[in-house]
């Protein structure tokens, strides 16, 4: 159970209403993720986190689904299960299938596996790949 | 340093030898990348690493490119200079300026964030977000 | 459920019992945590590992409010829901209210999230920074 | 090396010069950080990032020596070096000498030792403990 | 709850039902094991993995039983409570009993500390040390 | 360059260099470690870290090259280098070759990978297997 309190709708104050009130219609969804329930006792941090996740989610370089899919890939490294659920559910609904979920979390593997044994081999970046930054 | 030598293509079997050709043909890179150099140490799991590395990175679902997207974030929160280093190579090879790979890194810095937040705050994965799964 | 058997105060030799006895008299609780218990297997460890809970986080030049925050802090970062739990608990026995908390985690997001995205574009402390110290 | 280019001050589009000028002021140092010239790539999410920093290390109930202590904390179990070095350096320019810096770590060092092994036993919260919150 | 379906024995194709009948006379166990079941939508990669688990853990310079230690060593430090109950599980039926386990988990206390103390610190490796290698 | 300065022996107090004696002494090498003499600044915390170091490294139902071996696996998954160049030092000294020590490897990079996967499928634990514990 969550160590806070989820600020209720019901309990918001005008200025958490008004955020509230941008994230259901910019998710297109009926509620607000406890996340932003949970963040809401500090009203300017819940602000100034949900204009960042406007700006770095929001259209630019990289397209929605890709965003989603780094979203649960970091999510995975990192052993976060709600967001782990919650972007996987928004894959979900742009279309994956359990195939192209399981093909996303197997680079995960991939990546995850060489990463620590690097780690522990001690290797250093090839000259040859470096120099071609 | 490397804690183990790197197994040069000088000094390879015939077996390394083998695997060592066919990665340089399949990056179309004039040399064996350090990390592979490291693992020859045992040839069995650096011929089931490097076939699985072909099955993974491999035509699918996914494209290559959002591949090495994932790669380089999946390295980023498991801290891995060497996969960072490589993948950002790769993904500059396919195209990607600057302004792309920090676009990329704030989807890391976003999610990487909340991750660790909600676990602090121990907030549970929302009922109306599983139960779409 | 945990892997091992607790080792129920009941249960125990008079080498762990008094080991027990100390961890309730210095925490003020009437019960012995968990993982005391399930660490009781090695008792040499037990008291090794309690001698060293009691020299680092009692009186120093830090306070032991503060410890508290960074123990939920570390917790939150290295993914324990156990430790998350206790010492938010700790926290909110020495006054702290669910603002304070989620003002302790917007700490923890902010520089979570921005450790990854510098590990992903691997940049190097500044000159004018590190010079100072 | 950083992956991307810096965007030094002498480059900066007016609306990245705004920023880095309320760095400079915000900071009181006569240089911007490298890691703000590195995501300068992308002055939305950098504008973002800066205006969440000033809101979340600003005034509250947490004072600003803590949470730079909560900084190094969270960037040593993250594994960063650049924000370990930058935030030791801060909390040095607060007063803070070699044997805080080591008591802090102290109890870096205690936690993520417990958090990990807790999560190899997979102890369960207390519920005495829980039914506190 | 997966987010992916299990591929159920009964459901598999042949190509999924040869490995899975090669999973259960290697672990000599009536059941596969979900994990296999989870990514068996992508059978290339279910069949590079399981190649390669029968690389890695089969016989070599280092024994059975310390491999299992060293899965569920790994498997604490990186949080992965799957993994961590099926190879502890595979600890006891090799014989190991409680004590062992907290041994072991002892190991990972003590390091995962110092790791992330000497991260915060930013200690260099000793010369005399690396110039053993 | 560590944060703190390192107390060389020439500067420790009578508590701290019969500290340092009592390392060397166990150790058997010429010089302390750069860790030890970075958290002397906090002599308390050094002498209950190091009296730990010798129950949890000393005998019991592990053996010490065993110990080891997790000692550099724990350290690769976590990330430290310092941890990681020290314990493999160790583990070359007790006649480890390049060969085993890319074998242990082979093992940490297997379970990271699976660890970070499973997460990312929110896979649970087996019935079967766990209900054998």
């Known amino acids: ?10 309990d918001a104050t005008a200025e958490v209403a008004a955020i ?3 994230i259901r219609a910019t998710f297109g969804m009926p509620f607000v993720p406890a996340m932003f329930k949970a963040i809401a006792h500090h ?9 960042r996740v406007k700006v770095v989610m929001g259209p630019g370089l990289i397209d929605r689904k890709t965003k989603e899919m780094i979203a649960v890939a970091v999510s995975a490294a990192n052993g976060c299960d709600y967001c782990v659920q919650a972007h996987t559910t928004a894959l979900k609904g742009m279309g994956s299938k359990d195939a192209e979920i399981v ?28 120099s071609r930054n």
């Not at 159970?1 to 019901?10: D, G, I, Q, Y």
């Not at 009203?43 to 204009?51: C, I, Q, R, V």
């Not at 996303?104 to 790949?129: R, W």
């Open 103 to 130: 093909e996303l979390m197997a680079v995960v593997d991939l990546f995850s596996g060489f990463n620590k044994m690097l780690e522990g081999l001690q290797v250093m970046p090839d000259i040859g790949t470096t």
């Open 1 to 10: 159970m969550s160590t806070v309190a989820l600020v209720e709708e019901s």
């Open 43 to 51: 009203p300017a941090y819940l602000k100034a986190s949900w204009e």
């Open 20 to 22: 509230y009130a941008d």
